[in-house]
């Protein structure tokens, strides 16, 4: 563990977090400032801590996604289907 990452660590916990809450904003406000901190800091990656929190968030990231992609899917298959029976939604 290094003190020198202790920043990149609330960082990236904070969108942990959010992810977990499936709160999508947050995460896309926090990213610039994210990237930002990672590229300021010399070797990132060096503090384990970093890595694993990155990876989770990496992947925690890609579930909110495809849930979000699954959702706006089938409120257009939805729109669609009530349009094409003259109904509105």
Do not use: N, W
Request: aromatic share 4%; proline share 3%; glycine share 4%.
């Amino acid at each position: 563990m290094k003190p020198a990452h202790d920043h990149l660590v609330a960082k990236l916990e904070a969108m942990r977090a959010s992810l977990d809450a499936g709160d999508a904003e947050a995460v896309a406000l926090m990213m610039d400032d994210a990237v930002a901190s990672f590229g300021r800091t010399i070797d990132p990656f060096g503090d384990p801590r970093v890595t694993a929190l990155f990876q989770e968030c990496q992947e925690k990231a890609t579930r909110l996604l495809a849930s979000l992609h699954r959702s706006v899917d089938s409120h257009a298959t939805s729109r669609r289907a009530a349009t094409a029976y003259g109904s509105e939604r």
